[in-house]
């Protein structure tokens, strides 16, 4: 059997040597796919190498992250600042290859995969803000936003609900620019795909309005080149190709499961470098091969450069647009004090100072696109006076995501990969467990998505358990490089919109309650920033201090009234942990004196994790089982969660500590 092309012979040969030089990771699904990646990269895509954060290039998202070498080995070929000493280094110790593709880490990845499933979801968020901002910004004969977004996934991918449910929010939306590659080998860790699924993936695709093509060999280039031109060509449907590839293509143990991982050996690595008619040395590129891919360099540049040009006359015939455009572009998001202007009311829930806030920053910053899972009006995560997206019209920054919580979390990852563009998205906190690893995958990107997460406590009332958050808020707080922010009241909620816009690194998730609570003249700008500060001080080093956050604050407040006509009483408001421990040691001090042992803290939710801050002989008021069904007040009252019993248990955590 030969290669029909040198080149995707190369890209295979390359994989094989990673693989085998790693001594570890996957070459099945690389040896399959490469000669559509090959026809991606080479004649496909418009892409500038040496500007891999050019704003109009087509965006490509490898969804079987566990395919790295295969993404590591294009990038290197069209000349991206990926040498063959990383991909010599691949999976080693802090190299720019891991083992599966990382955002930000290595030139030319435009979002980390790995988990099955989200690299699709992210796509169609590129491929939605590539759409919204066409819409926006595009005039007669100036195309500024126009590009394609594709992406290779496997079965696996999709036998995943985050892919499905992302699927059909593309349809819906019927995104023309986006092109899909599944890598239809039939196999996937465990065995053939028939020992899990059956169906008809183009069948099913196309009942989500979807364009289905199909391509029966993977190893015919102009198979693979004419589905792609015809995928173009559609303007009002989303594409899928299935590709018809064959896992470990070459080896002996091609179209099993046993190829799917795991180097192969000596003996077999040189079997299947023979069958693709490879005779040359390990690591090895020849002349040929480098011409071929010279051409990428080559049009990338005058592609670009020709955009260049177009925006400079873009600014000349439309100043104000572009002056838009350049802005969203350097996404700068400081916000105006007249946005940040305090809220005057007696009372207002979180969840509606969030909703106010929402709209006074698309106001001055129409960088906002985003939504809920069906629960808008609850989640107040509406952009007023703006449409919802629609299929044929995406200028509207509002998009209706279903009940599809965690295809919405992951799909403003993408979004917000994008550039340009800030995503964020609503639901109920306790739904939060749906979205969970999209939250940890902005947050393992580093990707600052904004999650509005509303109805934050058993305060929900009759909804029942099913509705109310427990465990929730610390299981979040566990999470590396994600703030939760759970203000006290609307004041505190201006300080986590703004500091969520102001992130550039780090997603924010602003925990919010739906019930009105006083807006608390009290509250202090600067330490709400800082995470926590002293809400209302009695002294330095107070006899008792109560710690609380969120709508709890308020009961603080009201508890410390009662124990101030005997004790010496601090309240301290913490709407953030994360950003609390960042300060200095001086700083934490002065809010949590350790003189003074007698700290409750106060939060409906689980009380794991507040010993650090009440230490060993403060108390924590919490709620460690599931709540029920019932009103407010009378669940309030059977948890012991009243003005009344903080006063209790914070007088007996003081008896007891005398
Ligand atoms: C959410 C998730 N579950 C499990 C895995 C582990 N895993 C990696 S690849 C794979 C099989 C994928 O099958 P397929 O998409 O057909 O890829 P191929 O076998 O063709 O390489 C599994 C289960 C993962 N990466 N992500």
């Known amino acids: 059997m030969k290669e029909t092309s040198s080149s995707v012979a190369a890209i295979r040969s390359l994989v094989v040597d990673s693989v085998e030089n790693a001594n570890h990771g996957h070459m099945g699904m690389p040896l399959g796919a490469a000669p559509m990646g090959y026809e991606l990269f080479r004649n496909q895509m418009k892409h500038n190498p040496k500007n891999p954060k050019w704003f109009n ?56 995969t790995g988990p099955l499933g989200q690299g699709f979801s992210m796509t169609v968020g590129l491929a939605i803000a590539e759409a919204h901002l066409r819409a926006r910004f595009n005039k007669q004969d100036y195309p500024v936003v126009d590009h394609y977004t594709y992406t290779i996934c496997g079965d696996g991918d999709l036998e995943e609900g985050v892919a499905l449910e992302s699927a059909a929010i593309a349809g819906n939306l019927g995104l023309g620019k986006l092109i899909v590659l599944y890598d239809s080998n039939d196999v996937t860790s465990d065995g053939p795909l028939t020992l899990s699924s059956r169906e008809n993936i183009q069948e099913k695709f196309q009942a989500m309005g979807w364009q289905t093509l199909y391509v029966k060999d993977g190893n015919d280039l102009q198979e693979i080149a004419q589905a792609i031109e015809q995928a173009k060509q559609e303007k009002t449907q989303p594409t899928l190709i299935e590709v018809k590839n064959i896992i470990g293509f070459g080896s002996h143990l091609q179209g099993t499961e046993k190829i799917h991982s795991n180097p192969v050996g000596k003996t077999e690595a040189a079997y299947i470098k023979e069958t693709i008619g490879w005779s040359h040395d390990e690591f090895f590129v020849p002349e040929e091969v480098v011409e071929d891919f010279s051409e990428v360099l080559r049009k990338g540049e005058v592609d670009e450069e020709n955009w260049q040009l177009l925006i400079e006359r873009y600014a000349k ?26 809220f005057t009311e007696e ?13 006074r920053i698309y106001e001055e910053l129409p960088i906002l696109v985003g939504g809920s899972a069906d629960l808008a009006s609850s989640n107040k995560t509406t952009i007023n006076g703006q449409p919802f997206m629609e299929n044929g019209n995406y200028k509207g920054p509002n998009i209706h995501f279903g009940v599809r919580e965690f295809a919405m979390a992951s799909i403003e990852n993408g979004l917000t990969l994008h550039g340009g563009l800030k995503g964020y998205c609503g639901t109920f906190l306790v739904f939060s467990d749906y979205m969970r690893s999209a939250i940890r995958h902005a947050a393992l990107m580093g990707v600052p998505v904004t999650f509005v997460m509303t109805h934050d406590s058993i305060q929900v009332g009759q909804d029942g358990p ?20 759970r203000p006290a009241d609307a004041n505190e909620t201006i300080i986590g919109w703004k500091l969520a816009m102001e992130s550039k690194n780090q997603p924010y998730l602003l925990a919010l309650g739906r019930h009105e609570v006083p807006v608390l003249k009290e509250v202090d700008k600067e ?9 209302s001080e009695d002294s330095p080093i107070p006899d008792i201090l109560l710690i609380a ?21 601090n309240v301290v408001s913490l709407p953030s942990w994360e950003l609390f421990d960042q300060q200095n040691e001086e700083y934490k ?13 106060i939060e409906l939710g689980s009380t ?28 309030l009252e059977e948890f012991q969660f009243t003005v009344n019993h903080i006063v209790k248990a914070a007088k007996s955590m003081y008896e007891k500590n005398k």
């Open 549 to 569: 956050t969120g709508s709890e604050v308020s009961m603080a407040v009201e508890a410390k009234k009662e124990l101030s006509k005997q004790f010496k009483v």
């Open 589 to 601: 001090e002065k809010v949590l004196p350790s003189e003074c042992p007698n700290r409750l803290s």
């Open 466 to 485: 099913t509705h109310q958050p427990i465990e929730h808020l610390i299981s979040l707080r566990a999470m590396p490089n994600l703030v939760v922010y």
């Open 317 to 342: 015939e439309y100043p104000a647009l572009y002056e838009e455009f350049k802005k969203m572009i350097d996404e700068k998001c400081i916000l105006s004090e007249t946005a940040l202007t305090p």
């Open 608 to 635: 794991i994790g507040w010993s650090k801050y009440v230490g060993n002989f403060g108390e924590s008021l919490g709620i460690d089982s599931y709540g029920k069904s019932s009103p407010a007040s009378e669940l």
């Open 527 to 535: 330490g709400a920033q800082r995470g926590g500060y002293i809400l």
């Open 57 to 112: 290039r087509d965006r490509f998202v490898l969804t079987s992250g566990h395919g790295s070498i295969l993404l590591y080995i294009l990038l290197h070929l069209s000349g991206y600042d990926v040498t063959m000493e990383d991909l010599k280094a691949f999976r080693k110790h802090d190299s720019r290859t891991p083992g599966h593709p990382e955002v930000f880490h290595t030139p030319g990845v435009e979002a980390t």
């Open 347 to 359: 009372t207002m829930a979180t969840r509606t100072a969030s909703g106010k806030m929402l709209n």
